[in-house]
């Protein structure tokens, strides 16, 4: 079982950055790890992957603007989040899948993201 604990969150106006950490009770070397973000009454969305081999894959809306990346001796990944936009407002969550057996996903508790116009 591995825990993911998300921080970083907050408010902040558009046009602003914002730094999010994940940090995971285990070790992350077999792990593809993600982040999703979620608004109320809507479907959890991709937003960027970052594999331990460290392959990088972003969503359209934030590609150019958001960079994940992870340190898998210190079991973190992050996502730097810069020229936010009010639509980048949501509960933001981090995802690990454990590539090989056992075959596992788990899910962060989640972060707050606000961004105001």
């Known amino acids: 079982q591995v825990q993911l604990v998300e921080s970083g969150g907050g408010l902040v106006q558009a046009g602003g950055s914002l730094k999010l950490s994940c940090v995971a009770s285990g070790s992350l070397f077999s792990f593809r790890m993600a982040w999703y973000r979620q608004v109320p009454g809507k479907q959890r969305e991709f937003v960027a992957r970052i594999t331990s081999g460290g392959t990088i894959t972003y969503a359209d809306s934030v590609e150019d603007r958001f960079i994940v990346s992870r340190n898998n001796a210190k079991n973190t990944m992050w996502l730097q989040m810069n020229s936010l936009k009010p639509e980048d407002t949501a509960v933001y969550y981090c995802?690990?899948?454990?590539?090989?057996?056992?075959?596992?996903?788990?899910w962060g508790q989640g972060t707050q993201v606000t961004v105001s116009s």
């Open positions: 995802n690990a899948d454990r590539i090989v057996t056992p075959i596992a996903r788990y």
